[in-house]
């Protein structure tokens, strides 16, 4: 995560870390992440590097770490194949693609949910995982209290819970630790993920930590009483257009969102996939924990299909240095 707030002092440090093509991108990765369609902007991808890498710059500690520097310099690379063409997307008139073309059909005649997709908005926020800077990041993936409508129904413990989550800025929020995210981070996080799906089975692949989901089509039950994962336990039905997918048997202790908003092992959520055109896929969730929660709410997603790139290997743990320094409150 990244702040668009960069200081002049800041953008010295860039120049001298980086040639001028990795400056730029640096640059604009931080200001064009809020654009609107992610596809029309090139989609530089970053990896983390060892903090001692940064301290010959003339970046010192605080300013490295408040200006959020710490989750973002590591300089850009370019996705594996990133020019290679995508099979099978329609094309308009100058050659572009078609992403309103109609959304195409498996061989069975459901919607094919294929490809690689990212939420349609890349937010830009003024405040980095438990850095303790002001400003309040918006967002699903963020704070879903903000777009649920009429606010998230905490129960008393749960409010609480999310309040002094939100004081500390998230710092023990799970993907800080490169942890696990649950259901509900990994349909909102900015990482990519990829849908492979047959007739009896779908399963998302999530950029991020190289992890994966699995939802089956083959009419099986839920678990009455499962083992608690970080995933739970899917299953799918077709209503329509509509992939209907519910879940159970969550670990207890979930973020729902990054400021803190808990899951808990009550947790039942039911997800409605549907992909209106080629380009656009809407993913309306359901959230019904009443350990948590005093009644079940909703948020609607869209996520966007990406053409011309793949998922490329991020690990999270690897070179991990910012834990230490997720100072909180």
Known sequence: MVSAALDDRTLECLKEAAS????????????????PDYRQTFRPRIR?????????????DQ????????????????????????????KLPDGS???AAPAPKTPDGKPDF???WAPSRRSVVNSQEGQGVPGRPTG????????????????????????????????????????????????????PRRILQSSSYVALL??????????????????????????????????GDVMVVESNGLRDGLWADYLGSPLTDQAKITERFRRPDFGTMEVTVTVNDPKAYTKPWTVKLTWQL????????????????DVAHMVGK
């Open 20 to 35: 001028d093509n990795e400056y730029y991108q640096a640059v604009n990765l931080s200001l064009l992440r809020d654009a």
């Open 48 to 60: 983390q590097t060892p903090v001692a890498a940064t301290r010959g710059l003339c970046c010192d």
């Open 63 to 90: 300013v490295f770490y408040r200006s959020g520097l710490a989750l973002l310099l590591s300089f850009p690379v370019w996705a594996q194949w990133a020019a290679y063409p995508t099979p099978g997307v329609p």
């Open 97 to 99: 693609p078609d992403y």
């Open 114 to 116: 294929s490809g690689v």
């Open 140 to 191: 699903p993936f963020w704070d879903l209290n903000a777009v649920v409508p009429g606010g998230l129904p905490y129960q008393p413990w749960a409010k609480q819970l999310r309040d002094k989550r939100w004081t500390d800025f998230g710092k023990d929020n799970p993907d800080v630790g490169c942890y696990p995210l649950g259901i509900l981070q990994d349909l909102t996080h900015q990482f």
């Open 206 to 239: 999530m950029e991020r930590n190289f992890s994966f989901r699995q939802i089956f089509l083959d009419g099986r039950p839920l678990p009455e009483d499962p083992n608690p994962t970080w995933n739970g336990y899917s299953t799918g039905h077709w209503d």
């Open 306 to 321: 990406v053409t011309g790139t793949e998922l490329m290997e991020y690990i999270c743990i690897e070179n991990e240095k």
